[in-house]
């Protein structure tokens, strides 16, 4: 397996194609996918699906470009629905222009094949309700959002975010994977389990 990390959008979101052989997903394309794009024709992948750990402007920027450019399903957890109808889902504030709607489908919790290979797909709410985190046991990888960061945790004050209900995701849901697993995160470097656990001074146990 290959992960590569693309910062992409005015806020550098960390953009993720997770790949296997000849086939690929990404993970919040949040701006211009044009490296991206570049990467899947050099590399030869077939993009098979547009995942979003949550429909915030800054993790769905590339959404539609990305998907017209390849086919490729958008997908997302359906208690973030109501995100677009707002600016942190459509974008338009900040000084930052609104995004390209587009199609998507729900994806909810559970075990599943992505980029040929096992993923376990968690509800992670807390930054919003319907955030989702990627886990790739073969990789010893977890794409986690916005949920936690190096040495921080995700916002909450945002309209549906709720910081005991976040706490209690990365406790129940990131903290029980093994600890070396390599946390990747929306912005920002990696970190690993371990090491937040360790030293993370929101959800830490130090």
Not at 7 to 25: D, I, K
Not at 39 to 46: C, F, I, N, P, V
Not at 151 to 165: A, V
Request: hydrophobic letters at 35%; one cysteine or more; glycine letters at 12%.
């Amino acid at each position: 397996m290959d992960i590569v990390t693309f910062p992409l959008g005015h806020m550098q979101t960390n953009c993720y194609v997770v790949s296997n052989g000849r086939e690929a997903v990404a993970v919040d394309p949040g701006g211009d996918p044009a490296p991206l794009i570049d990467h899947l024709e050099a590399k030869g992948l077939t993009l098979t699906a547009i995942l979003n750990t949550h429909l915030h402007f800054d993790h769905t920027g590339g959404n539609k470009a990305l998907s017209e450019a390849t086919g490729a399903p958008i997908m997302a957890n359906d208690a973030d629905a109501y995100l677009l109808e707002t600016w942190l889902g459509r974008g338009g504030d900040m000084g930052l222009p609104p995004i390209d709607p587009y199609e998507w489908k729900n994806l909810g919790p559970g075990d599943t094949i992505l980029a040929g290979v096992p993923c376990s797909v968690f509800h992670t709410p807390g930054h919003s309700p319907g955030s989702l985190t990627f886990y790739f046991p073969d990789a010893g990888a977890a794409l986690v959002g916005d949920l936690i960061f190096y040495r921080s945790i995700g916002r909450t004050d945002f309209p549906g975010g709720d910081l005991d209900t976040l706490k209690r995701s990365v406790r129940e849901r990131i903290f029980t994977l093994p600890p070396e697993t390599r946390l990747l995160s929306g912005h920002g470097p990696e970190t690993s389990v371990a090491d937040e656990q360790n030293h993370n001074p929101f959800v830490g146990g130090f």
